[in-house]
């Protein structure tokens, strides 16, 4: 509202409500584009058809964006109260390269992330937020064994502070300071106490801010506490990152055991660094090496750490 | 109203209020950052988070939230306490934290809550802000290395001031404050930012280092410029006032003020001030003690017997104003006038012979509530320029439609939708008269009890809304339009200024807006006005104490004749300049070189170097007493300082002459008042210990008029001439003394012409070129300043600085016509 009446795009205080005085002073309906897709239908319909989808309280369909390691990715609209797996594993055809399911961050970048044990979990909103997720903007990211979700937790963060106006405290300075917290512990200058910081702060922050943003900012970083606050404490005690995805903490060093001695790597090192021989486990010369991470992400072994 | 229960206590308020609002009504306290009282709900710094019974789960900001019936508030939990702790934390990572040398240390929000909330250690850690300071401007220094961005200068700049010098820029973290491009302000320096800010980022450059907040005493006085009237509250130190503290609840003004009233305080303290008394011996001004100075003085007036004329400045308190008068009857003359005698004509002789009137008919701030208001001359917010902010709020909160009548485009006319009548120099009285016609042609005009209106009607027959839009070289709509809205508004205000460079037809503009104000229906109706506002601080007291020509009297310019033909033996100047600020600088200078001439300033001004006997005066912060604004709001004066040397205040040197004529003078200037009030129309009611916080509005709050008799007055043919003058205020300034004032000089230093884009093309004249311009009895020269505020064949130039010698070619006429020519 504010972009359209030509002033800087922030937050204002409600009430008013935008109902009642929202652009120009005039009463105004703000929606998202899907709901207005989806009065017209109800209107064509009829209410009773509408309702006749989904669950007792959502009814209807959901329009998911699935990205992320997902063989097939976009735009998917099931019936609410599907399960999670039933979106993954039949919609989306399952994981790329067959590896395991680890998470899903539902709800976009202020939604949770929920682990693998949520996935048969219907999707529907009360589940959702009783999962310490939401329905939100209807995204889903899906994250395999890969993804370090210390790592994640800073990206969705990072994106957050980014979009953040500026107007409110604790948003604006707020987010800036955890997502620096993470960015220190995802680099290994993690300390003692971090974790309890960052969940104390994010209460303060979801408690106290303006508006939508900066109340569900720091909602990945306290899903991703609640379910995997054992990598939390890996890389801040052992600094290690258990899915070898922050790039500070990698070794670049290849696990002998889980070589297939395959010689793609040395293939996709554009520095030379990697020794191979045929039948060879690989060795990667760390003078060499730029740590470009592309051996990592080529390697579908998981044989480099 | 609504009832609702905060911390258990019940409480009852208006159904406008916020929570904050509610408990600050009942003494709860809830700590606040970025709400301001002037301000629409911001809801940015989150301090003020309370707790709802009926809202649970979520904190609620008390500033904007409003009351609900049977809404019950918890103020403090320990959850609230963390939360609000947490904020403070945030604020502190990248604050630089340099209380020991920020002027704001001591009275600092951020620094109060800290310690109320003991932020003693910080769990969070970041860099500190490095950002660069402005410091391109002398008079507002901004660091926002301090800054919490609680948005309260962008807020009032644009809320209050309507000017927008703020922006945020950048997002999340990186937003900052900043003007357009990020460069260094350059404003009409008014610093209502400064006022709000909450901590040190935006400070008053002249106070830098002066002085810690609670070494310094405050003086809640009246500011002595314009006749707004505005509560100035001095920050004296040492016998020197070193700044304008904020001061939201006292006065008319709501804590905002303009350059002159913030920035202007420093003349009081100059060392040019007079501080010993002067009399000429062997043609040469010398010092000399009080006692032969008045013993001077007054012999000087007895030799001329009645043969004398006093003529003061509007600057002088009503207890002086009164003792002034006493003088008078004393020495035996009726010849006794002020400010120019021309200028005020509108009030005492306009509005007289309309309304029966001789001051506004309503207060300021019912036009905050107006839904149209019409200005007339584009200079009003120049002179008046925080009863501008008030029309400016008129427009924002309240949808106000704003016409001004102009000769030139001013600040009024950026505002949002304002209309501007635009129009030849001089020809106000011809737009007016359209405005009427309009109203009687299109069956508008509310004529019930007014008297006159058939003559009226015949006499505005050529004076259609197309005839005189043809001739002034407007717009007939726009006039029909402007005349439809007043009419049609619920509540309407019509605005005028006038003082010394505003001579020319004053009494004929204010009969045309009178006419006006009672075809609307706007004269006394409730919640409506027709305000006509002095240029000077008592202007209004002058004219309600009758400092006047008597009946057989003369006014100014007839004295000054009088005297050049040596019909006057004597002048008696009080706080006045003539020979700066008035027309006709010839007929002035022979005036004083003619008469015995007793002066009484501040300064030696040019009118005093001519004088027999100098007396050094006192300013408006050295004098207890009061003064008069422009709606009748008689407020107070408190002396905040002694004054310099030997120097006294007006009214004990009107005490000394009345007792050297062996005449009894009031003691002091309480004892004045109750004398003046017993005998001045409309003060009977006001006694000096029912003046207020917010003064003593004499004839209440809507002034009835006591007659509604529309008077004809015809319109001015268009000027003679391809290039015209036009003489006026300029925002930084307020009549000669200004000049003397470090603030208003530092963003305008010296006289200058300016001049439309048009025209500078044409006559080939470049931004700071020295231009001449030559007219009928002599010649000016100053820089040109090119603008686009000016239409072309029109100059205009401000007329407080002597070296200009405006006067050499102001006579009080509308227009000079003036030939330019790049020298």
Partial sequence: MASIEGHRGMSRPRPPFPAVRGLWGKPTNINNVETYANVSYIFYNGADWYSSIGTENTKGTKIFALTGKVKHTGLVEVPAGITMREVIYDVCGGILNNRKFKAVQAGGPSGGCLPSEAIDAEVDYDSLIKAGAMMGSGGLVVMDETTCMVDIARFFLNFTRVESCGKCIPCRIGLKIMLEILERITSGQGQEGDIELLQDMAYDIKKSSLCGLG?????????????????????????????????????????????????????????????WEKGQVAKIDLDKCTKCTSCYDACRFMAIE | MVNLTIDGKQITTSKTSTIYEAAKENGIYIPVLCYAKKLLPYGACRVCLVEVEQMKGRLIPSCTTPVTEGMVVTTMTDEIRKVRKTVLEFLLVNHVVDCPVCDKGGECDLQDLSYEYEVVTNRFEGEKFDLPKDEVNPLIERNMNRCVLCGKCVRVCDE???YGSYSFINRGFETKIATAFDRGLDCEFCGQCVSMCPVGAILPRPFKFKARPWQLKEVDSVCGYCGNGCTVTLGVKDNQVETIRFNDETGVNDGNLCVRGRFGYSYVNSDQRLTKP????????????????????????????DKVGILSGARLSNEELFLMKNFAKVLGTDNLDHSGGESYKGVTEGLFETLGLQASTATFPQVENANAILAIRSDFYETHPVFGMVINQAIRRNDAKLSVIADKFGKLSKLPNARTLIHKPGMELNLLNALCHTLIEEGLAKTDGVDGLDALKAALKDYSAEAVAAAVGGDADKIKTTARELVNAENAAIVLAYGLPYTAYSKEIAIAAANLALLTGIAGREGS?????????????????????????????????????????????IGEDPLVSYPDKALVESALEKTFLVVQDIFLSA??????????????AEKDGTFTNAERRVQRLRAGIKSPGEAKTDYAILQSMLKEFDAAAPLSPVEAFTALAAETAGYQDVAIDKIGAHGFVWGGETLQPKKKQLVAVSGVEAPQGDYQLLVGSALYHSGTVSVHAKGPMAVVSEPYIELGREDAATLEIEDGDKIKLKAANGEIQAKAKVDRRLPQGVFFTPYHFAELQLNSIYTGQAAIAVQPAKA
């Fill in chain 2, 607 to 620: 009118s005093a170097e001519k004088a027999d006997v100098v007396f050094p005066a006192g300013s408006f």
């Fill in chain 1, 215 to 275: 109340q569900t900012a720091p909602n990945p970083v306290l899903s991703t506490i609640r379910y995997f606050r054992d990598e939390y404490e890996t890389h801040i005690k052992e600094k290690e990152c258990p899915s070898h995805s922050c790039k500070e903490l990698l070794h670049f060093r290849v696990i002998e055991d889980k070589c297939k001695k395959c010689g793609l790597c040395p293939r996709v090192c554009p520095v030379d660094a990697i020794e």
């Fill in chain 2, 278 to 305: 002067l009399v000429r011996t062997n043609g040469e001004l010398k010092e000399a003690s009080w006692d032969d100075a008045l013993k001077a003085a007054a012999k000087g007036l007895k030799d001329a017997g």
């Fill in chain 2, 160 to 162: 209050v001031v309507g």
């Fill in chain 2, 529 to 573: 006005g027709l305000y006509l506002c002095g240029e000077k601080a008592n202007s209004q007291g002058a004219i309600d104490i009758g400092i006047l020509p008597g009946n057989n009297g003369l006014g100014a310019q007839q004295m000054l004749s009088a005297a050049g033909q040596g019909e006057l033996k004597a002048l008696y100047l």
